[in-house]
Structure formats: structure tokens, C-alpha cells
């Protein structure tokens, strides 16, 4: 039995030769981006495809459906039922393997990574998406393995052409760093067990100061989510007592990627700049 995911999908490209060209058009944004429809309106379609709100709407109208809604919603549903019978990523037979920590922990990892993709808000995560992108500048903190976390977040947005930092745990508390935030800035705060004090004390800080804060956490009810607009709850289950970040990394990727998508043509003009200063520094190999 063909899956709904499958479906919608095979509809699109039995249904594409027929099409008008601006439907064509539309119909290689829906197919290169089927992930992404759910956290799109037909305007944003119109708008990066360069066709008229009309077009989109026909088009979803000639593959089977009343509209483009119709057709988001239908493209979320099949995500939904494609992600919950984890076919994303498989894990390890472990009868290959026996007594292997290797696979004991990859398969972790895998279980923490499909876990976070099943159960993570694709609305939030759209949400959060649309606030970095509308800051000023973008603040990242964390403590611990957390730090290292924002400071990878901070470096991946930078290089997709957003204007962020992260907040250095030297001689200043994060308290002094945020004094220099203006109201349109943003702070996206690491939280993982052990949850630091100082890092869910600075985002009560901001959010008291008007600044706006998003958290990447373990869970909803963490202590960092009362002072944040929104929040990605994300697996970290290790086999230790410290955190795993495969899926927090996924995350992060996800994020930056997601920053470089909506954001095309900042984000190309920011690598090529990047990779000139590089060849320019004599600081890559040709």
C-alpha cells in the first residue's frame, strides 16, 4: 500500500508534464521543499517561487485539491505518519554486534535524533525561524557542553549572512553582556541538565527587559521555558550522565539551513565573501 507521503508526492509528478508553466514552477518548489510546506502560506510560495497567489492556487487546485491549504495540510499529515513509523533512520541490528558500545550508543543517538523529529513543533521551529531572521542580532548562551553548543549556533548563523554572537563566560556575567541588547535583538539560550542557574537567570533577565528569548531544552517544563517566547525541545539521552548533542546538532543544522532557505540570496552573498577572505588570507588550499 502506497504511503499518503508517497502519494502526494507521486500526484504532483504524474500531473507535471500537463501543467502550465508557472504551475510547473510551483510544482518544483513543493517537490524540492516537501519538508518545508507545512511552514508555508501561499503568499511566501508565491513570493519565492516569483508566480502570482492565482498560480499557486490552481496548481494545487490541478493535482487533486480545493486549494493550497488543503494541500499544506495534507503535506503535514503524511509528515506526521511518515516520521511516527520511523522511517527516517533505522537503527543497528544489535545481534551484529554483540555487547558493542559503539552500537549501543549509535543507536541511542538514532532514537534521540528520531525522537526530537517526531516529536518537535514544526510551527515553534517555524516560529523561531521567523524571529531570528527579523532580529537585529542574534545572541547565543549556554554553560558546559551548552557553550560550546551556542557557539556553534552563533558560528552557523553567522556564516548563512545573520548577525550573531555568543556570550563569552569569562570576567562578566551573562547579566553584563545583556545590558548592550536592544529591544530588537534575540537570545537563543542552551539549557541541558544540569541546568545552569546562570543561564535561566539571564533569560529572565532579557524577557523582563523586553528582549526576546528561545530556548533549546530537553523538555517543555524546564526551567528556562517560563522566560521564553518559544521553545525546541530536543532528545539527549546518553548512556553517561552527561547530554548526547547528535540531535541538538541535527537541530542547529536545521536552523541555519532553514535561516539560508528563506534568506537566499544574504545567505550566498555571505559565503562567497567568506570563501574571497579565505583565498584572499591564503588561509585555504586550492
Do not use: W
Amino acid at each position: 500500500m502506497v504511503s499518503r507521503y508517497k502519494e502526494i508526492r507521486e500526484k504532483i509528478q504524474s500531473k507535471y508534464d500537463s501543467l502550465p508553466l508557472n504551475q510547473r514552477k510551483v510544482a518544483d518548489f513543493v517537490i524540492d521543499n516537501f519538508d518545508n510546506i507545512p511552514f508555508v502560506d501561499v503568499h511566501e510560495v508565491s513570493k519565492q517561487v516569483g508566480v502570482s497567489v492565482a498560480s499557486v492556487i490552481r496548481f494545487a487546485q490541478s493535482v487533486g485539491f480545493t486549494g493550497f491549504s488543503e494541500l499544506r495540510d495534507a503535506v503535514s499529515d503524511s509528515l506526521k505518519k511518515h516520521l511516527k513509523k520511523n522511517e527516517i533512520f533505522s537503527l543497528v541490528d544489535k545481534s551484529k554486534f554483540d555487547n558493542d558500545i559503539l552500537t549501543s550508543v549509535a543507536n541511542m543517538d538514532v532514537k534521540n535524533i528520531n525522537d526530537t523529529l517526531t516529536n518537535i513543533d514544526r510551527e515553534t521551529f517555524n516560529k523561531v525561524i521567523e524571529l531570528i531572521l527579523q532580529s537585529d542580532r542574534v545572541y547565543t548562551a549556554g554553560l558546559g557542553i551548552s557553550y560550546l553548543l551556542a557557539e556553534i549556533l552563533s558560528y552557523q548563523l553567522t556564516q548563512v549572512g545573520v548577525d550573531a554572537s555568543v556570550l563569552k563566560h569569562t570576567h562578566t556575567l551573562f547579566h553584563e553582556q545583556i545590558l548592550y541588547m536592544k529591544k530588537n535583538d534575540l537570545l537563543v539560550c542552551f539549557s541541558f541538565p544540569p541546568y545552569s542557574k546562570e543561564t535561566v537567570d539571564v533569560a529572565k533577565f532579557a524577557d523582563k527587559n523586553g528582549i526576546g528569548v528561545i530556548s533549546i531544552t530537553n523538555k517543555s517544563t524546564a526551567p528556562i521555558a517560563a522566560s521564553s517566547k518559544a521553545v525546541l525541545t530536543v532528545k539527549s539521552e546518553n548512556m553517561l550522565f552527561t547530554n548526547s548533542f547528535a540531535a541538538i546538532s541535527v537541530l542547529i543544522n536545521a536552523i541555519a539551513t532553514a535561516c539560508a532557505v528563506k534568506n537566499k540570496s544574504k545567505a550566498k552573498k555571505v559565503l562567497k565573501e567568506s570563501e574571497k577572505i579565505m583565498i584572499e588570507q591564503d588561509q585555504v588550499i586550492l
